[in-house]
């Protein structure tokens, strides 16, 4: 019963979040200076008929709240909406899907295996010199822009060293999604890294460790069989959700290392005014993000017994 109340608690939230977020979403695309219908006939203005009737076409000449509710409408149906060109946006965004899908998973991987170690490392070292080098990593790493590391990565490694290249998927996986995808693992990796040192700090100091040293048991077992697992639980929910994330952090990335993904897809949609895409790709990253988040909420109750009574 608890559980039922909890899951019908988190699916309230999804929709009040999910309608919330869509529509400053959607209001702020159509709020934007310039008319996107007078900007596709290019240097050679459109006649005023022609204006009237595509602005007639894509419903632009309605109230907004209307112009939202058509969406939600079409939404139900599986419809992201169609561009100004006519073409489906979700034909636009299914070639795209691939090159997203490989880079965030990629960063996924990269984030989780060195957040892990590093974490696991420092938390073991406490106070130690690995253990304030870890901290200061972290902490660096998550004051930087994103931008400002992806093209310091791209000067030193691609132009400087030579070892990956900077633009582009030509080179396929993983050469082409090694530099792009530990930009943007880099700043989960960072907060996996810390997440993990504090649950391994906290695991070192509870009774039961305590008692299986007095037990005799050895620290490399110890460490291996009980600490991991009990300082892994906490990070599981942040990489879990942290994946949708990576998906929204592929946008600037994808612009600055061309790569043609949802990102790219975005960035090029935003920068030509391109309404219809901006708000089904939006969509697309936000319903993502709040189903993982859901999913992992729910996983979380049925594992732990605890949480349902928060």
Known sequence: MILARRIGARV???LLVFLGVTFIIYATVWALPGDPIGALGGDRPLPENVVAQLREQFHLDEPL????????????TGDLGTTFSGVPVADRMASRWPV???LALTAWVIEVVLGVALGL????????????TVLFGTILATSIPIFVVAVSAQL???LH???????????GWPVAYLLPAAVIALFGLASIARLMRGSVIDSMDSDFVRTLR????????IVGLHVMRNSVAPVLTFVAIDLGFLLGGAVV?????NLPGIGQLLFSAIRTHEGPTVVGVGTTLILIFLVLNVVVDLLNSLLDPRSRHD
């Open 214 to 221: 007095a037990k005799g048991m050895p620290g490399s077992r």
């Open 121 to 132: 490392i420092a938390g073991l070292r406490r106070d130690s010199a690995i253990d304030r």
């Open 12 to 14: 309230a939230e999804f």
């Open 65 to 76: 709240w209307q112009q939202y509710l058509r969406y939600l409408g079409g939404l139900l």
């Open 161 to 171: 060293l030579g070892w990956l290249p900077i633009a582009g998927t030509d080179a």
């Open 156 to 158: 030193l490694f691609g």
């Open 100 to 102: 997203t899908i490989t």
């Open 253 to 257: 990335v994808e612009g600055i290392f």
